[in-house]
Nanobody, 123 residues
């Protein structure tokens, strides 16, 4: 069974940084797009960023441009989301998800999800 496990969330002050990790197991890592999503209380889940060997990396969140960077380490089957200059509005549960071949900004396009990691940004 495919597994995705996120880590790296926590409480940080505005302006601070966090690096989230998503470890993927039990599937051919290089054949999947791995996306980061987030969901704030009372809001819909939204796409943040995604990377795949087929179409590179994609940023879906305008507010994260210049602050969030997605990267991967195929040797570790891990995708990272480096988040800098965090803002209170970045507070959410962050999820990683996987789908075959290509990235997508649509939640419904992904087949596998991690359990999520909480990011809380205080003012």
């Amino acid at each position: 069974e495919v597994q995705l496990v996120e880590s790296g969330g926590g409480l940080v002050q505005a302006g601070g940084s966090l690096r989230l990790s998503c470890v993927a197991s039990r599937f051919p890592f290089g054949r999947y797009g791995i996306g980061w999503f987030r969901q704030a209380p009372g809001k819909e889940r939204e796409a943040v960023s995604c990377m795949s060997t087929r179409d590179g990396w994609n940023n879906y969140l305008d507010s994260a441009t210049g602050r969030f960077t997605i990267s991967g380490d195929s040797a570790k089957n891990t995708v990272y989301l480096q988040m800098n200059n965090l803002k209170t509005e970045d507070t959410a549960v962050y999820y990683c998800a996987a789908r075959r071949d290509f990235c997508s900004a649509y939640v419904s396009a992904y087949d596998y999800w991690g359990q999520g990691t909480q990011v809380t940004v205080s003012s």
